[in-house]
């Protein structure tokens, strides 16, 4: 694979910061997440420009998800990047909590008393009630990745996803354990550059 993959989690939102789970809803950027977006959008022309690479030459794949359509909207504007309603892959949607998207722990535990321990015991194949589990993320995020990779043999990509989704994608591309992707970390403020087998962190 002779060109990068440029992988991003979208900015902080509200419900970040209100320590919601959010799956398939969504809600807005904070202002906090806006700048988040604009940093990383500035910092992702500088790569680029290092690395010799013109923006219009990237290819941009991203959730359809409302947060990441922001995300790149703002770090689109600041690299230079070209994008289309093509770009989005709904197999870069973050993890659904099924009933649980919306809600915080406090919440959940008072619908589901126990659930979230049991969450916690199993992260990889614990399923919330009408959501999806990482082996389920995982299969449709390999799919995606498989066609990425494809892509970045012609040209640079930059892949605008979520915290789960994300590290998912990261893990498969490094040939990681489970333990090890559900240790990863899922930042707001920095992107990873996925090459030749491992992955840079830039902030």
């Known amino acids: 694979m002779p060109h990068p993959i440029y992988l991003f989690r979208?900015?902080?939102?509200?419900?970040?910061?209100e320590k919601r789970a959010q799956g398939h809803l969504d809600?807005?950027?904070?202002?906090?997440?806006?700048?988040?977006a604009r940093a990383m959008g500035g910092a992702l022309a500088r790569e680029l420009a290092r690395a010799g690479y013109a923006p219009a030459t990237v290819v941009v794949r991203a959730s359809p998800l409302g947060r990441v359509r922001e995300t790149l909207?703002?770090?689109?504007?600041?690299?230079?990047?070209?994008?289309?309603?093509?770009?989005?892959?709904?197999?870069?949607?973050?993890?659904?909590?099924?009933?649980?998207d919306g809600l915080n722990g406090s919440e959940i535990?008072?619908?589901?008393?126990?659930?979230?321990?049991?969450?916690r015991l199993d992260h990889w194949t614990y399923c919330p009630p009408n959501g999806e589990n990482y082996v389920m993320v995982t299969e449709r995020a390999?799919?995606?990745?498989?066609?990425?990779?494809?892509?970045?043999?012609?040209?640079?990509?930059?892949?605008?996803?979520?915290?789960?989704?994300?590290?998912?994608?990261?893990?498969l591309f490094l040939g990681a354990p489970q333990a090890?992707?559900?240790?990863?970390?899922?930042?707001?403020?920095?992107?990873?550059?996925?090459?030749?087998?491992?992955?840079?962190?830039?902030?």
């Open 10 to 17: 979208h900015g902080e939102t509200v419900w970040n910061a």
């Open 27 to 36: 809600s807005p950027l904070t202002e906090a997440g806006r700048a988040q």
């Open 73 to 100: 909207a703002i770090a689109a504007e600041a690299a230079g990047l070209v994008h289309d309603e093509a770009c989005h892959d709904h197999r870069l949607r973050e993890m659904s909590w099924g009933d649980w």
């Open 109 to 119: 535990e008072a619908r589901w008393p126990g659930q979230m321990a049991a969450r």
């Open 142 to 171: 390999r799919a995606a990745l498989d066609d990425i990779v494809a892509l970045a043999a012609a040209k640079p990509v930059a892949v605008f996803a979520h915290g789960g989704s994300g590290r998912v994608l990261r893990g």
């Open 180 to 203: 090890d992707i559900l240790k990863m970390d899922q930042p707001q403020d920095a992107f990873y550059r996925l090459h030749r087998g491992a992955a840079e962190r830039i902030s």
